[in-house]
């Protein structure tokens, strides 16, 4: 049986799905922290993945504190995608309040939001159609995910810790240059499971992380009042 994940339907703690680890017949993910993680690269040549200019404390503590949270559970904070991202800001600094949908808004109205293939460490990747929210059937459901860039391999693939799936707080692969794509030829992960197969799903119905990617925010926290 080929093996399919369940997102956590709206990230909500009162449902209990397989996360996008839970059965791809893979061995654990180490901890994030066990990951290498590519540094700032100075300039390439095309067509090798690039990654931006980014202001590094607050991204990188973000991924950090993000990382951490893969292996210690963060009380007192809702266990659902949002409440990750919140928890993970937490530690870093700032007390981010939010869902995904404000946080999404919080980052336009901001003007961080980004479409770009590589992000920055420390980047909010949002995500569409991850399951059907309105249960109408059809894919009209943006902004039902959100995670956190915690590193970006040499072939482009992205590295994120997000939460709310029963597998508990997981590494996700996503690789934008190749979005349909779970593997490589040599059996390299490039995108997990977002969202399970249905034999009633709509063509065009996204399934994996770099199908279901709706963009990417760089999170900047407000200056110090005093």
């Known amino acids: 049986m080929s093996p399919l994940l369940w997102l956590l339907a ?17 061995a654990p993910t180490p901890p994030a922290w066990e990951v290498p993680v590519r540094p700032t690269p100075g300039p390439v040549s095309s067509p090798a993945p690039t990654r931006r200019p980014q202001e590094p404390d607050f991204g990188q503590s973000l991924a950090d504190a993000a990382s951490f949270y893969l292996a210690h559970e963060p009380h007192d904070w809702r266990p659902d995608c949002s409440g990750f991202v919140c928890a ?16 999404w808004a ?33 894919l ?44 490589d030829a040599d059996g390299k992960v490039l995108n997990d499971w977002l969202r399970r197969k249905r034999a ?10 770099g199908e279901c990617w709706h963009g990417f925010a760089t999170m900047d926290p407000p200056a110090p009042t005093n």
Request: aromatic fraction near 4%.
């Open 200 to 209: 009633s799903d709509r063509p065009g119905t996204p399934h994996r992380a």
């Open 106 to 138: 919080l980052a336009e109205k901001m003007h961080t939001t980004n479409h770009r293939k590589i992000p920055a460490v420390g980047d909010l990747a949002f995500f569409d159609n991850t399951y059907d929210r309105n249960r109408n059937g059809k």
């Open 88 to 103: 993970a800001a937490s530690r870093a600094g700032w007390a981010l309040q939010g869902n995904t949908r404000s946080l």
């Open 10 to 26: 709206g990230c909500s703690p009162a449902l209990k799905i397989p996360g996008p680890l839970a059965a791809v017949g893979r």
């Open 140 to 183: 009209d459901d943006e902004l039902t995910h959100v995670a956190v860039v915690i590193g970006v391999e040499d072939d482009g693939t992205i590295l994120l810790a997000h939460a709310g799936t029963s597998a508990g707080r997981t590494l996700l692969h996503m690789n934008l240059e190749h979005p349909d794509e779970a593997t």
